[in-house]
């Protein structure tokens, strides 16, 4: 089946220093991927959606500087959390749409940690 | 707008007894429907979904769902519990034509032996 893989699966990195987490879909092209964030038994909230070769487009509140988009081919797209602080730590998941029947599948998360 | 409500933030059951979980949604347009298990640290994977199809939708793992318009819901059931369903469980809208996924608040399992 159609697998996103996303690396890294656990990051710490110290504050104020940027991260960037990859999402790379394996056997099918990625036209739209979502990128969300989940705090610790909470559910998922959508930060973006990013189309290949065009600019995210954010949801309400999130910060498109501190948050960077990029989905330069249809195979990758990445989030770099830019001057990342203890706040920002989180759980970070990327899906991809499959086709117009609804069918998504999602990475296996990056867990972020600043310190 | 669409909205989805996990009416359990947390059901225990016993190993080999039934599980429901329970979802309600709104939405301005006939909605798709998710149900997705969540393992710790770990991504989403699909049990089923719902498209206008079939009312009652069969999922992996002997789950299985029923689309009630008339409810707005779209509750999640099994049959036996086995240790391995112990999991966060999410319900998912999103309405026809758009393909923006709204995450319930999601329901823990706990599964007794």
């Known amino acids: 089946g159609a697998v996103v893989s996303q690396h890294p699966s656990r990051v710490i990195c110290k504050s104020g220093t940027s991260v960037k987490i990859e999402c790379r879909s394996l056997?099918?092209?990625?036209?739209?991927m979502f990128w969300y964030r989940q705090f610790p038994k909470q559910s998922l909230m959508l930060m973006a959606t990013?189309?290949?070769?065009?600019?995210?487009?954010?949801e309400q509140g999130v910060e498109k500087d501190k948050f960077l988009i990029n989905h330069a081919s249809l195979t990758l797209s990445t989030l770099t959390v830019t001057s990342a602080h203890p706040e920002d730590s989180s759980f970070y998941i990327c899906?991809?749409?499959?086709?117009?029947?609804?069918?998504?599948?999602f990475g296996s998360g990056t867990r972020l940690t600043v310190v | 707008a669409q909205s989805v409500t996990q009416l359990d933030s947390h059901v225990s059951v016993s190993e080999g007894t039934p599980v429901l979980l329970r979802c309600n949604y709104s939405?301005?347009?006939?909605?798709?429907l998710f149900w997705y298990v969540q393992h710790p640290n770990k991504g989403l994977q699909l049990l089923l979904k719902?498209?206008?199809?079939?009312?009652l939708v069969k999922g992996i793992n002997g789950f299985e769902a029923e689309f009630k318009k008339s409810e707005t819901s779209f509750h999640l059931t099994k049959p036996s519990a086995h240790m391995s369903d112990a999991a966060e469980y999410f319900c998912?809208?999103?309405?026809?034509?758009?393909?923006?996924?709204?995450f319930g608040a999601g329901t823990t399992v706990t599964v007794r032996a």
């Open positions: 899906s991809a749409r499959l086709d117009s029947n609804y069918g998504y599948t």
């Open positions: 056997d099918f092209q990625a036209t739209t």
């Open positions: 990013s189309n290949e070769g065009s600019k995210a487009t954010y």
């Open positions: 939405s301005s347009y006939s909605p798709s």
């Open positions: 719902y498209t206008s199809a079939a009312t």
């Open positions: 998912v809208v999103t309405p026809f034509n758009d393909y923006k996924l709204s």
